[in-house]
Protein backbone atom coordinates (compact mmCIF):
# COMPACT_ATOMS: atom_id res chain seq x y z
CA UNK A 1 0.00 0.00 0.00
CA UNK A 2 3.18 2.43 0.69
CA UNK A 3 4.54 2.25 -3.11
CA UNK A 4 0.97 2.35 -4.27
CA UNK A 5 0.79 6.01 -2.43
CA UNK A 6 4.46 6.71 -3.06
CA UNK A 7 3.40 6.50 -7.20
CA UNK A 8 -0.23 8.33 -6.93
CA UNK A 9 2.31 11.14 -4.96
CA UNK A 10 4.28 11.55 -7.88
CA UNK A 11 1.69 11.17 -10.63
CA UNK A 12 -0.39 14.05 -8.82
CA UNK A 13 2.82 16.19 -8.13
CA UNK A 14 3.90 15.75 -11.70
CA UNK A 15 0.05 16.34 -13.28
CA UNK A 16 0.39 19.70 -10.81
CA UNK A 17 3.98 20.60 -12.41
CA UNK A 18 2.88 20.31 -16.29
CA UNK A 19 -0.66 22.29 -15.64
CA UNK A 20 1.67 24.62 -14.03
CA UNK A 21 3.95 24.25 -17.20
CA UNK A 22 0.71 24.69 -19.50
CA UNK A 23 -1.23 26.95 -17.93
CA UNK A 24 0.81 29.40 -15.58
CA UNK A 25 4.22 29.64 -16.89
CA UNK A 26 3.43 31.62 -20.21
CA UNK A 27 2.50 34.08 -17.87
CA UNK A 28 5.75 34.45 -17.30
CA UNK A 29 7.44 34.96 -20.33
CA UNK A 30 10.39 37.39 -21.21
CA UNK A 31 10.75 37.97 -25.20
CA UNK A 32 8.95 35.16 -26.13
CA UNK A 33 11.31 32.64 -23.49
CA UNK A 34 9.01 30.98 -20.80
CA UNK A 35 10.83 29.10 -17.84
CA UNK A 36 10.96 25.54 -18.29
CA UNK A 37 9.35 24.53 -14.89
CA UNK A 38 9.06 20.81 -15.54
CA UNK A 39 12.40 20.42 -16.36
CA UNK A 40 13.40 21.83 -13.58
CA UNK A 41 11.04 20.24 -11.57
CA UNK A 42 11.83 16.47 -13.11
CA UNK A 43 16.24 17.26 -12.76
CA UNK A 44 15.35 17.70 -8.87
CA UNK A 45 12.98 15.51 -7.90
CA UNK A 46 14.70 12.35 -9.81
CA UNK A 47 17.96 13.28 -7.49
CA UNK A 48 15.76 11.32 -4.84
CA UNK A 49 13.89 9.06 -6.19
CA UNK A 50 14.34 5.06 -4.76
CA UNK A 51 14.13 4.06 -8.17
CA UNK A 52 15.92 5.52 -11.03
CA UNK A 53 12.99 4.27 -13.44
CA UNK A 54 10.18 5.92 -12.05
CA UNK A 55 12.27 9.42 -12.92
CA UNK A 56 12.60 8.14 -16.91
CA UNK A 57 9.08 6.89 -16.81
CA UNK A 58 8.02 10.23 -14.87
CA UNK A 59 10.12 12.22 -17.64
CA UNK A 60 8.79 10.33 -20.97
CA UNK A 61 4.88 10.40 -19.56
CA UNK A 62 5.14 13.74 -18.25
CA UNK A 63 6.70 15.12 -21.37
CA UNK A 64 4.78 13.15 -23.69
CA UNK A 65 1.39 14.31 -21.85
CA UNK A 66 3.01 18.38 -22.20
CA UNK A 67 3.55 18.19 -25.89
CA UNK A 68 -0.30 16.74 -26.69
CA UNK A 69 -1.72 19.38 -24.37
CA UNK A 70 0.55 22.27 -26.10
CA UNK A 71 0.20 20.54 -29.80
CA UNK A 72 4.41 20.75 -30.16
CA UNK A 73 6.45 17.94 -31.74
CA UNK A 74 5.41 15.01 -30.17
CA UNK A 75 8.02 13.40 -28.07
CA UNK A 76 10.34 15.92 -28.33
CA UNK A 77 9.62 17.07 -25.01
CA UNK A 78 9.30 13.58 -23.88
CA UNK A 79 13.10 12.59 -25.36
CA UNK A 80 14.44 15.94 -22.93
CA UNK A 81 12.69 14.92 -20.03
CA UNK A 82 13.51 11.63 -19.66
CA UNK A 83 17.51 12.52 -20.50
CA UNK A 84 16.73 15.09 -17.76
CA UNK A 85 15.27 12.16 -15.38
CA UNK A 86 18.26 9.97 -16.32
CA UNK A 87 20.90 12.21 -15.67
CA UNK A 88 19.61 13.63 -12.19
CA UNK A 89 18.65 9.75 -10.93
CA UNK A 90 22.04 8.61 -12.12
CA UNK A 91 23.55 11.59 -10.19
CA UNK A 92 21.70 11.28 -7.14
CA UNK A 93 22.55 7.31 -7.54
CA UNK A 94 26.04 7.55 -7.81
CA UNK A 95 26.78 10.77 -5.18
CA UNK A 96 25.51 10.23 -0.98
CA UNK A 97 26.30 14.08 -0.09
CA UNK A 98 25.39 16.70 -3.09
CA UNK A 99 26.91 19.94 -2.43
CA UNK A 100 25.40 23.25 -4.71
CA UNK A 101 28.20 23.30 -6.44
CA UNK A 102 27.63 19.96 -8.11
CA UNK A 103 23.49 20.76 -8.34
CA UNK A 104 24.78 23.85 -10.00
CA UNK A 105 27.42 21.89 -12.48
CA UNK A 106 24.26 19.42 -12.89
CA UNK A 107 21.81 22.22 -13.65
CA UNK A 108 23.83 24.47 -15.88
CA UNK A 109 24.95 21.03 -17.61
CA UNK A 110 21.45 19.33 -18.37
CA UNK A 111 19.17 22.42 -18.66
CA UNK A 112 21.55 23.71 -21.69
CA UNK A 113 21.89 20.45 -23.09
CA UNK A 114 17.66 19.75 -23.14
CA UNK A 115 16.88 23.09 -23.88
CA UNK A 116 19.45 23.17 -26.89
CA UNK A 117 18.34 19.69 -28.26
CA UNK A 118 14.45 21.73 -27.91
CA UNK A 119 15.63 24.81 -29.53
CA UNK A 120 17.75 23.27 -32.43
CA UNK A 121 15.27 20.73 -33.35
CA UNK A 122 11.91 22.69 -33.24
CA UNK A 123 13.57 26.05 -34.61
CA UNK A 124 15.56 23.88 -37.33
CA UNK A 125 15.11 26.07 -40.14
CA UNK A 126 16.81 29.34 -38.38
CA UNK A 127 20.40 29.98 -38.91
CA UNK A 128 22.09 28.42 -35.64
CA UNK A 129 23.42 31.69 -34.35
CA UNK A 130 20.03 33.22 -34.54
CA UNK A 131 18.87 30.35 -32.69
CA UNK A 132 21.41 30.70 -30.22
CA UNK A 133 21.35 34.32 -29.40
CA UNK A 134 17.96 34.95 -29.63
CA UNK A 135 16.26 31.45 -27.51
CA UNK A 136 19.03 29.55 -26.29
CA UNK A 137 20.62 31.81 -24.26
CA UNK A 138 17.83 33.93 -22.80
CA UNK A 139 16.11 30.43 -22.00
CA UNK A 140 19.46 29.12 -20.19
CA UNK A 141 19.86 32.26 -18.32
CA UNK A 142 16.25 31.89 -17.15
CA UNK A 143 15.73 28.48 -16.41
CA UNK A 144 19.40 28.69 -14.74
CA UNK A 145 18.00 31.61 -12.40
CA UNK A 146 14.73 29.89 -11.24
CA UNK A 147 16.70 26.29 -10.94
CA UNK A 148 19.39 28.58 -8.55
CA UNK A 149 16.67 30.40 -6.50
CA UNK A 150 15.41 26.53 -5.86
CA UNK A 151 18.14 25.37 -5.12
CA UNK A 152 19.22 28.00 -2.52
CA UNK A 153 16.04 27.96 -0.96
CA UNK A 154 15.36 24.25 -0.23
CA UNK A 155 17.52 21.46 1.28
CA UNK A 156 19.08 18.92 -0.72
CA UNK A 157 19.84 16.48 2.00
CA UNK A 158 19.79 12.59 0.81
CA UNK A 159 16.46 11.34 3.02
CA UNK A 160 17.35 7.99 1.68
CA UNK A 161 19.60 5.72 2.29
CA UNK A 162 22.32 4.98 -0.87
CA UNK A 163 22.35 1.32 -2.17
Known amino acids: ?97 LTKTSLLILGFCVITFCSGLQLFIRLAGLPAEQILISHLLPLIFYNLTIYLVYINLFSFKKKRKMI
Not at 38 to 48: D, K
Not at 61 to 70: A, I, R
Not at 76 to 86: I, N, R
Open 1 to 97: MNNLQNILREITLLVTVILCQWLIMPWFALYETAPDLLLIYLLLRSLHLEKPAIAVIGGFLGGFTFDWLTGGFTGLSSLTLLLAGFCGALTGRENEK
